[in-house]
Structure formats: structure tokens, C-alpha cells
């Protein structure tokens, strides 16, 4: 009989909103919709609830989940965190949780994973911070009968070794924002790319679905370079103030994340430019921070990638733990967002 835990694990306090946890749609279906109105997230949430309550019920004893997280990356990747906290902590009756922040280490997610294997859990969660080198430690958890759930980003493993995916369809984000970029600079000019962490999904899948879709569609929109910022606000100040300096004819900027996105308009603003005018600014993620921006004309567009995921996770794993079949992609469907959008927007954005 696997061991059970005496209390909620939950990391520090993150710099972050409270978040109401939420995620809309069913997890019976391939297709999941991002959450768009209070109602609905709180239906989802109520679905969670009914689920995870059912599998405690059969068992007598709570769904125990150990989730290792990338780290503190981003504003999104916060909002992330919270979800999945405030979850199990209003569920406290139903659900138990082992957090572990890796701090942007594969190594220590790794590690995380082995001792939530010592320990017992019932499903073990991971968004993993780079696509291989997961091969080992997911047979270990196969091997003592954890299933795995990867949620946000993808790993390179043989689909056996994990239960499913929970999150969006990176490439079709990076399509979008190919498309939306286009309109803004009338389908011609010079544009620069800042790369999300090398070796992570996310910024794998959205540059080819980003740089394929302007090779395919837009033969005279030219990407005169392209450099990681690891997906922070930091790094993509630093990225975007070395693009200006070698570049003078930027029209637009493509981020693979907003916190990239922010950090560039940074960089653009010190260099006496306006960003959303003198260079237009398409990102992901959809963060409230960038709806500020949109807000204040900095900003032009920002595709969604809903980081609401707590209910979800644990709705999916209280399945899991009953011995119901799930999708292998629980898939959330995305939207756009303008600028002429933001401002009407902005006061309902819960992250």
C-alpha cells in the first residue's frame, strides 16, 4: 500500500495575484476550452471538485499528488504555481500535494520525481523544463506503478511512459502569431525573434510554427536573427538591446513568451523608439502584464496559453487513480488578443 502524507506541501509564497484556480471544459473530451468567463471557470473548478471528492470517497483515502515545477521563469509560470496550490489547499479534504520548485534544473525535477516514487504518491505531475533526457526516471515511475502527467510542456519519451498531456498546441500558436505579425507590418520587413529556454517544448514547437508559417506565407517578411532569452524578462532586455544595436531596421518582434516580450519593450524604450509604434510587439502567454502594455500602446498582440491548470490537473488525476481511461492530449484551445482588445479586457484577466 502506497504511504500517505500527513499534511499539503506547498512551496513559498509566490509575488503573484491570488488566483480563483480555474480551467474550463471537460477532461473526457480531447479538447479543452481556455477559460474565458468567471462562470465557467467555476464550473470547472466545481467538475474538479465532484471528481477528485469521488476518488477519495471510493478509496478512504485522499488523492496524493507530487508535482515538480520548472521554477519561477515567468509571470505565467507563477500564475501556474498558484493554481495548482490553491487547488489542493481548498481541497485539503480530498486532495494531498507534494510541490518541488527545480529552479530551471532538469537535475533537480529529476530528482524530485524519484522521491515522490520513494514516497508513494498516486500520480506524479511535471512540466518539464527541457524534452529529453526523461527516459529513466519515467520508467522507474512506470515501474511502481505512478502514472505520469505532463502538463504545459511535452517530454521526448516514448508515450507508454507517460498517462497524458495536458496543455496547448504550441505550434498553432506560433501560426498565429506568424499570422497576427504579418498584419501589423503589411506583410513585409525585418523582424527578430526571441527564443523561449533551448530545449523546451514550448519554444521548439512555437518557432517552428511561427518561422514555417512566415516561410510558407509571407516570402517578404525577412527574421534577420533569432536568440534565446530563456524565457525571462531579464534575458530578453539583454537579447533585444544587442538585436538594436546590430539591426536599425526592426519592424517587428516576435517573443516566444510575454515576460520576453516586456523585457524587450524595455530595451526599445531606452533606445529613444516607441514599442507597438516604431516596432511592433507580438507575443504568448497573454499575461496581465501584457494587457497593460496593449493597454498603454506598447504592446499589439498576445496569443493565450491559459496557465490555469490546477482543477484540471487534479480532475485528471483523480481519474487516474480510479482506473479511468484519459486523452493522451488534453488539449486547451487558444485565442488572440489585440491591442484595440486590451483595455476592455484588462479588469477580468485573472492572471
Known amino acids: 500500500m502506497k504511504k500517505r502524507f500527513l499534511s499539503v506541501l506547498l512551496c513559498s509564497c509566490l509575488a503573484a495575484a491570488s488566483l480563483a484556480a480555474c480551467s474550463s471544459g471537460a477532461s473526457s473530451s480531447a479538447t479543452t476550452a481556455a477559460p474565458q468567463t468567471t462562470a465557467a471557470q467555476g464550473e470547472t473548478t ?56 527545480a529552479q530551471q534544473k532538469q537535475e533537480n525535477q529529476i530528482k524530485a520525481i524519484k522521491n515522490f516514487i520513494e514516497q508513494g504518491v498516486d500520480v506524479i505531475g511535471l512540466a518539464p523544463v527541457v524534452e529529453t533526457g526523461w527516459d529513466q526516471v519515467f520508467a522507474e515511475a512506470q515501474e511502481a506503478g505512478i502514472p505520469i502527467i505532463l502538463l504545459d510542456r511535452r517530454a521526448d519519451v516514448s508515450e507508454d511512459l507517460y498517462a497524458t498531456f495536458i496543455g496547448s498546441d504550441f505550434i498553432e500558436e506560433g501560426k498565429m502569431a506568424a499570422k497576427e505579425m504579418a498584419k501589423l507590418i503589411g506583410e513585409e520587413g525585418k523582424i527578430v525573434e526571441l527564443e523561449g529556454t533551448v530545449g523546451a517544448s514550448a519554444a521548439t ?45 526592426i519592424k ?25 509604434e516604431d516596432i511592433k510587439i507580438v507575443s504568448i502567454d497573454g499575461v496581465r502584464a ?49 491591442s484595440d482588445m486590451a483595455a476592455e479586457v484588462l479588469p477580468n484577466r485573472k492572471y
Open 46 to 101: 466545481k467538475k474538479a471538485e465532484e471528481t477528485t471528492g469521488k476518488a477519495a470517497d471510493t478509496s478512504g483515502e485522499k488523492l496524493v499528488v507530487g508535482f515538480a515545477q520548472i521554477g519561477q521563469e515567468s509571470g505565467w509560470r507563477d500564475a501556474e504555481t498558484l493554481s495548482i496550490q490553491t487547488y489542493a489547499s481548498e481541497n485539503a479534504d480530498k486532495v494531498e500535494l507534494l510541490f518541488a520548485d
Open 205 to 249: 514547437d512555437r518557432k517552428t510554427g511561427f518561422d514555417d508559417e512566415i516561410k510558407a506565407s509571407f516570402p517578404n517578411i525577412e527574421i534577420i536573427a533569432s536568440q534565446t532569452g530563456d524565457f525571462t524578462r531579464a534575458q530578453g532586455k539583454e537579447v533585444m538591446e544587442s538585436f538594436l544595436k546590430s539591426n536599425k531596421d
Open 252 to 276: 517587428g518582434v516576435y517573443a516566444h513568451n510575454d515576460d520576453m516580450a516586456l523585457g524587450a519593450i524595455e530595451a526599445i524604450k531606452e533606445a529613444g523608439l516607441k514599442p507597438g
Open 290 to 338: 501584457i494587457f497593460e502594455a496593449m493597454a498603454a500602446g506598447e504592446a499589439n498582440c498576445t496569443v493565450e496559453c491559459n496557465p490555469l491548470l490546477g482543477p484540471l490537473l487534479f480532475e485528471t488525476a483523480a481519474k487516474l487513480k480510479a482506473g479511468e481511461s484519459v486523452e493522451k492530449w488534453v488539449k486547451s484551445v487558444d485565442g488572440v488578443f489585440t
